[in-house]
């Protein structure tokens, strides 16, 4: 996993952010054992303790669960993990919306420029 770590808010939320995209996009799969916290701390370039904040909020959501002894695990409730990846996408389009409205960007725009990215395809850079 590639981290991108911003200013924009704070570290284990942009951590557990990157791990639910994880999870949500099928890098880390169903039933599958998560790298320990250290490893993914190290990885990541942030204190252990910020990685298992977000790991707890994670557990929390029920993304992941702990086995005892073994690590973590991603959790195999598909719904569960689709109802993630529908935040992510509703978050992301959010986030789209405002840097159109910040530029100028009308509603029939943004809808245009959405259809004709759809059109291309696959050779479209999303």
Do not use: C, H
Request: charged share 30%; glycine share 8%; aromatic share 6%.
């Amino acid at each position: 996993m590639e981290w991108r770590i911003a200013d924009d808010s704070p570290i284990y939320v942009q951590l557990a952010r990157q791990l639910r995209r994880g999870i949500a996009s099928g890098e880390y799969r169903p039933g599958e054992r998560l790298p320990p916290v250290r490893e993914l701390a190290f990885s990541a370039g942030v204190n252990p303790n910020t990685m298992q904040r977000a790991m707890t909020e994670l557990e929390r959501e029920g993304l992941v669960f702990p086995q005892r002894t073994l690590g973590r695990f991603v959790t195999e409730d598909a719904e569960l993990i689709s109802r993630a990846r529908d935040r992510l996408a509703k978050e992301e389009t959010r986030r789209y919306l405002a840097a159109m409205r910040s530029i100028g960007g009308t509603p029939e725009e943004i809808s245009g420029l959405i259809s004709e990215l759809s059109e291309e395809g696959n050779d479209a850079e999303f």
